[in-house]
């Protein structure tokens, strides 16, 4: 594949679909470029596909679709700049309006063909076993030690230590550790606390713990590490997709991943997004 560009269009979405085949027809044509898509949008407007982790290849990848769908490409991709048209309702990723795709995708063509690109990058976490036995995929959003399941009966005692000082220890339904971009998604859920996404900062959260546990901000560089005990079992989850068992007792060790997701393109606008969850 020889393609500078990749464009991945939301699963079932006829618009981003449509808007895929706009953007290749106009690259083509203005730009000589030849973009591959994913290959559900090559099926449906019959243009060149490849799957998605071989866009890892591309100069560029555009997403199309709400913030899962940039974290599905961003897993694919690696470190490969990704610019994300927003479709979903809030965007706290994709800071491209679908009115302005063209515009702000030929802009980054022609640069790309001048020059490299400037973008931003997006801290990703990474969960590892002991001795390093196994590591999970990074997740851009947060990692979660729960036990064997939610719910009365189901949880597990998780200890919580920082640089191997003990900050938390109870019987819980577990304990998540995410970055700035994570701190919207299942964070704020379990009532953690919002990290603007410029902040340099990770945060640890309880999740329905025996005894209270107040969120924990900490610096990137610090040894986070959680400790489950006291089940039949357990469980390691990285962005609520990537799952591995545990065997009580076991600890996880969770730290910043060597290779950050790189955002092209304008930066999405943090509080305009909140306001969209009123």
């Given at each position: 594949m020889e393609a500078a560009v990749g464009v991945v269009a939301q699963r079932k979405n006829d618009r981003?679909?449509?808007?895929?085949?706009?953007?290749?027809?106009v690259l083509d044509r203005e730009y000589g470029e030849r973009p591959v898509v994913d290959e559900e949008t090559g099926d449906a407007i019959d243009a060149t596909s490849v799957p998605v982790s071989a866009m890892a290849a591309c100069e560029l990848v555009v997403s199309i679709g709400g913030d899962g769908t940039l974290l599905f490409v961003a897993?694919?991709?690696?470190?490969?700049?990704?610019?994300g048209v927003n479709l979903g309702e809030v965007g706290y990723l994709n800071a491209v309006d679908p009115s302005d795709a063209l515009e702000v995708v030929c802009s980054l063509v022609g640069r790309l063909q001048a020059s490299t690109l400037d973008g931003h990058e997006l801290a990703r976490l990474v969960a590892t076993g002991a001795d390093d036995e196994w590591t999970?995929?990074?997740?851009?959003?947060?990692?979660?030690?729960?036990?064997?399941?939610?719910?009365?009966?189901?949880?597990?005692?998780?200890a919580v230590l920082v640089d191997g000082r003990r900050?938390?220890?109870?019987?819980?339904?577990?304990?998540?550790?995410?970055?700035?971009?994570?701190?919207?998604?299942?964070?704020?859920s379990e009532d953690g606390p919002l990290i603007n996404p410029t902040t340099d900062a990770l945060v640890i959260s309880g999740m329905a713990t025996a005894e209270p546990m107040a969120p924990l901000v900490v610096d990137p560089a610090v040894e986070?590490?959680?400790?489950?005990?006291?089940?039949?079992?357990?469980?390691?989850?990285?962005d609520g997709r990537n799952r591995r068992p545990l065997e009580p007792p076991a600890t996880v060790s969770v730290s910043v991943a060597d290779a950050p997701v790189r955002l092209v393109g304008p930066r999405p606008h943090f509080f305009e997004a909140l306001g969209k969850l009123e």
């Open positions: 981003a679909q449509a808007l895929a085949e706009t953007l290749l027809a897993r694919e991709v690696g470190d490969t700049p990704v610019l999970l995929e990074p997740a851009l959003n947060e990692v979660v030690v729960h036990g064997p399941r939610r719910g009365h009966g189901g949880g597990a005692t998780i900050y938390h220890e109870s019987h819980a339904d577990g304990v998540l550790v995410a970055t700035p971009t994570g701190s919207t998604a299942y964070n704020l986070i590490e959680l400790s489950i005990s006291d089940a039949d079992a357990g469980y390691v989850i990285a």
